[in-house]
């Protein structure tokens, strides 16, 4: 692993641990066993690894979820896919996940960092307007059908913590119906399904 990776990593786990304000440059470089003039090689400040560990968490983030999904075509198929994605990323990454939810707390999260937030979701997004449009998905903003759809991914692996039940393959797929179900213009038809 290269020094600027090593240090990334280091920086994730201690902005998680100790916040943006409590971890300085001289700790993360210490802990990545580097010197804490080498940290500028790689970064100019504190703020640019900042917003360099955000962009980096969100474009991982969306290549976990659509990862094997054709976001060109609305289909049960496909959203039960991205579900499962982010089932497993937020299993796999919850690192990631807690930073990204860290930095969007604060003020980092700027207006010109929001409009590239929402164009890195633009695709799911996208695929949630054709649902609309075809009359399959409620019709509501496209963000608010991910609130009350693939969002409960992340409530799901919430309560998985605190709760001792067993998040089994066959739980998963109750799971992602159901949240399918809720963002259905026809919640009680099997609408959807058959375009698997």
Request: glycine share 6%; proline share 3%; charged share 20%.
């Amino acid at each position: 692993m290269d020094k600027r990776t090593r240090l990334m990593q280091v920086a994730l786990r201690l902005f998680i641990e100790q916040g943006f304000h409590g971890c300085s440059v001289q700790n993360m470089a210490q802990q990545a066993g580097m010197a804490t003039g080498s940290f500028y090689r790689y970064f100019s400040s504190k703020e640019e690894l900042i917003h360099q560990l955000y962009r980096s968490s969100m474009q991982h983030i969306c290549d976990i979820l659509f990862q094997q999904v054709d976001l060109n075509v609305t289909s049960y198929a496909n959203y039960r896919q991205m579900w499962f994605n982010g089932c497993q990323g937020i299993q796999d990454h919850a690192d990631v996940m807690l930073f990204k939810d860290l930095y969007e707390r604060t003020p980092f999260f700027t207006e010109e960092v929001r409009a590239w937030t929402r164009a890195q979701w633009q695709p799911l997004d996208d695929f949630f307007q054709r649902g609309i449009d075809q009359g399959l998905f409620r019709n509501m903003p496209p963000c608010l059908l991910g609130a009350l759809s693939l969002a409960t991914v992340q409530c799901v692996q919430h309560e998985h913590k605190f709760y001792d039940f067993d998040l089994n393959d066959s739980l998963r797929e109750h799971m992602a119906e159901a949240s399918w179900q809720s963002i259905l213009a026809s919640p009680s038809s099997s609408s959807g399904r058959e375009q698997q």
